[in-house]
């Protein structure tokens, strides 16, 4: 039977087993590898009354709480999108935008023309390389 994915899934590659870890969503067991972590940041004052209070010279805190997801969850909730065979089996990172090299690689046009003719190398330098005949 072909395999879907070459890797199977996951990114353990060929070390064995590896600990297992619960879905926050839905309390699924997941590998660690396959599992999807999201970092968010987590306010316990709501947002309207943060900014009021920032106006005020006041600090409010923000913690960073990481979210363990399985695959199922981390789609429907938007995490993760589905894409298809061709778009899983490309070499490239599809969150990074593509730089045109046209537009990096031209000269720019504003360029001035250089009027001066080139300058002979001076003697000092050159003295081995020079023969006399």
Do not use: F
């Amino acid at each position: 039977m072909p395999k879907k994915r070459k890797n199977r899934g996951r990114h353990k590659g060929d070390k064995g087993k590896e600990p297992m870890v619960y879905c926050d969503n839905c309390g699924k067991l997941v590998p660690r590898s396959k599992a999807v972590r999201v970092t968010v940041p987590y306010s316990p004052v709501p947002g309207d009354l943060a900014r009021e209070l920032e106006k005020q010279g006041a600090i409010v805190p923000r913690y960073y709480v990481t979210k363990t997801y399985c695959i199922n969850c981390a789609i429907y909730l938007g995490i993760l999108k589905v894409r298809s065979e061709d778009e899983r089996k490309r070499k490239i990172a599809s969150a990074r935008p593509l730089v045109r090299r046209e537009t990096v690689a031209a000269p720019p046009a504003t360029k001035p023309a250089q009027t001066q003719p080139p300058t002979q190398p001076t003697q000092q330098g050159n003295e081995g390389a020079q023969t006399k005949s």
